[in-house]
């Protein structure tokens, strides 16, 4: 029997199922009969339960498994017989009207839309480059330098100068009151490096061990701390301890200490080299991926299915929540999450996802297993076990899948660009780094 599509707005479609009630009777019945072969109840033993007493304790949940099973099964054929891609579950509502011996059903979904992407060559993108500079070199055998420093006490005459590391008291009121935050004993931070505000660490340079101090500080307007931004504070600051840094000399020795094979400070150079310029292409990549997805957005008509918008945004409401989780928020699993907040972005990522697929399909862009290989071995080189890491990828089918859709995405991304007006940038690679943080 033909099966008939009603087209109701856009994508919403339905189509009405017929079970025959005789069939869903012989099934339950059939199900209780089995059940009742294991069921336990008081005063009779395993086996011997009456079918009676099984129905009544078991009856409507069959009942419900049942017809969720025939009516599932019933949509699939229907939906398969007339050939329609189907985007989320249907809502399936019974009828009130049916044939003799028959139930009815009417199943209410929507279906794939589809796709047109217009002429890419229209299209503008604007991709970026960046190389690794000796100056970048230089800050990140700095940032090394720091990171192995170590620090001697100065002696009590000595003042609080740059590049020293303080210990001290303070506390902060706001129109002679305490806050929140404005106090603590025994605080750590560097003169000179931008942890504190610059006011406070002005303040605190040329101050001696056992001097105090009061000082005014205005927080700045955009301050992260609400209850003080653009406020003003008198600190009252006590130092402890003045130590002085003393960072190691980029030699041999600093080369060895770092995991450098031949000890040297040019093999160490050519390392920090290496590692730079594999961070900048993948940043590169991404931030020209990310150009590329929004000319594809820009240069396709869709209609953009609700069910799969829906179904995005619980998934990123779960993905919040997990996430309050990990930072140790109480209860995070019942926090009011308003889905709205993530519906422009859920619709964007379904948006972007029905594109891409149709590019894919369209234009052969999947992944080769040559691209796959390639690209697990390209991550697993800022790994000290590079082949453990790529054993650890191939044995996973989920961590394939996801190094798939990279690896496709890539794809999408070099034919977007050989086929678009592209516009090349070169970008600084101080203003490429501070991107991603």
Known sequence: M??????????????????????????????????????????????????SVVAQRYGYQVQYEVMNDKLGQAFSAAANEAQLRVAGAP?????????????????????????????????????????????????????LRKQRRTFAQRAAADAAAEGDRVTIDFEGKIDGEPFAGGKAEGFQFMIGEGQMLEAFDQAVR??????????????????????????????????????????????EAFAKALGIKDASVEALRADIKKNLEREVKFRVLARNKGAVMDALVAAAELEVPNALVAGETERMVANAREDLKKRGVKD??????????????????????????????????????????????????SYEKPAEVVRWYLSDRNRMAEVEAVVIENNVTDFVLSKAKVTDKALPFDELMAAGN
Do not use: C, W
Request: glycine share 6%; net charge negative.
């Open 91 to 143: 809502q399936i509502a019974q009828k009130n009207e049916a044939p003799e011996g028959q139930m009815a059903f009417d199943a209410t979904f929507e279906v794939y839309p589809e796709v047109k992407i217009g002429d890419l060559a229209g299209a503008e993108v604007e991709r970026i480059a960046a190389e690794v500079t000796e100056e970048a070199i230089d800050k990140t055998v700095e940032i």
């Open 332 to 381: 995070a699993d019942k926090a009011e999450i308003p889905a709205d907040i993530f519906k422009p972005q859920a619709e964007r990522r379904v948006r972007l996802g029905l594109v891409v697929a149709e590019l894919v399909r369209a234009n052969n862009l999947q992944a080769k297993p040559e691209q796959l290989q390639a690209h697990i071995e390209e991550m697993a080189q």
């Open 2 to 51: 033909a099966v008939t599509v009603e087209t109701l707005e856009k994508l919403e479609r339905r189509i009405t199922l017929t079970l025959a009630a005789a069939d869903i009777n012989s099934e339950v019945e059939t199900r209780l009969k089995k059940l009742a072969r294991t069921v336990k109840a008081d005063g009779f033993r395993p086996g011997k339960v009456p079918m």
């Open 206 to 251: 040329g101050m001696k061990t056992g001097e105090s101090k009061t000082f005014p500080l205005a927080f700045p307007a955009d301050y992260h701390g609400q209850d003080v931004a653009g406020k003003e504070a008198d600190f009252l600051v006590t130092v402890k301890k003045i130590e002085a840094q003393n960072l190691p000399e980029v030699n």
